[in-house]
């Protein structure tokens, strides 16, 4: 679950990143884009890196889910008796609920999200379109519905975010003295919170038409 979810969020942040050259015009942003498809260019053929990463993307993805369900599987059955009384902590029914459901919308949300900036299917200038002209119309007032499930995604994304990394440093044993675990449960929420001002700030920005 761990090293599934640290490969991811270290993508997260490489992809945020990335999606801030919205700001710095079209030519920079297809230029990034152009960039992700000629790494290792002319050594390797275009596409090489990417096609790796993408791999190593799609099988985190598939470990992480299948090591959730197996986990949540493992946990039942360590305890087929209902608790009598609810305990208040990160571990109880708010969290739970927020990773399952939240992973579920995180992963229908890239599902779209792929049909529309990736391959521009659902996008309205379609997938021949540069990146940048597909993120600009992917988010026109009129598509008021997509940013909004954009944003609403990221709300998602940043939570699970947060604590899936406070999930993480209690497995390593790191929450055990007070103070090194208020400083991670800050860091969790900061990096989460940056990660999420971050990715929302360009689909906003396009909405209100800061960004053209
Ligand atoms: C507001 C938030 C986001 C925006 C505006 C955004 C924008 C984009 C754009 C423009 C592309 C196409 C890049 C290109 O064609 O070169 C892309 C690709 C992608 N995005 Fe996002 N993204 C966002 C959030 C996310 C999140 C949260 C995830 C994952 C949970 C994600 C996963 C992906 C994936 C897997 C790809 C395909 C990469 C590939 O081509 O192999 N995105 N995104």
Known sequence: MAVTGAILVLFLIGH????????????????Y???LR???SPALPNRTALTIAEI???ISVLLHMWAAVSLARRAAKARPV?????RKSQASGYATHTMRYGGVI??????????????GAVNPKG?????????????????WWVALFYLVAMAMVGLHLRHGMWSA???????????VRRGLQTGAAVVSAALVLGFVAAPFCILIGVVK
Not at 16 to 31: R, T
């Open 169 to 179: 440093f209690q497995t390593l044993g790191l929450t055990r003295r007070p103070n």
């Open 127 to 143: 997938g021949d379109a540069t990146p940048y002209d597909r993120m600009i119309a992917g988010f026109q007032p009129d598509r």
């Open 33 to 35: 884009a152009e960039w």
């Open 16 to 31: 945020m990143l990335g999606n801030l050259k919205v700001f710095a015009g079209a030519d920079s942003f297809n230029h």
């Open 82 to 86: 209902k608790y009598a009384a609810k």
């Open 56 to 58: 190593v993307l799609g």
């Open 106 to 119: 995180i992963a229908l949300f890239v599902i779209w999200h792929l049909l529309d900036m990736t391959f």
């Open 38 to 40: 000629t790494v290792g």
